[in-house]
């Protein structure tokens, strides 16, 4: 009989449950999101009829550098609503950068794709737009775009 092998992994298995933990680490403990909602428009004030809605977190350290992306469908109205991990949860507090993608429409063989937003809407390092997500309960967030 060996001695003590059950005692020995009993107290193995917590220390290294404890292990794992501590090198994982607990991503944003004590965090919560925040709602955000808004409209995409043009310049006149006409709303944007289909696309994504993408905003990703400028601080990543709380992530270990991986990107933490908020996305929202754009309704036929305009409107969206940011989700992270369930639908409609919001986005992370702080400073975050943003693009639009339009839905290309179906198009038949041979037929050209006209975009209705302007193709810096699609690059986080050219779309220009910058949004910080507050701890307060809904973040309104309008956002306007331009045609090509």
Known sequence: ???????????LVPLFTLFVAAVLGCERTGARKYKVQGKVTYPNGAPVTSGIVEFE????????????NATGEIAPDGTYYLSTEEDGDGAWPGKHR?????NPPDIQLGQRWQPAIAARFRSYGESGLAFDIEAKETN?????????
């Open 57 to 68: 977190l400028v601080d990543r350290t709380p992530y270990k550098g991986r990107p933490v």
């Open 98 to 102: 943003a693009i639009v993608l339009e």
């Open 1 to 11: 009989m060996q001695s003590g092998s059950w005692r020995d992994c009993a107290l």
């Open 140 to 148: 309104q967030i309008d956002i306007q775009v331009t045609r090509p």
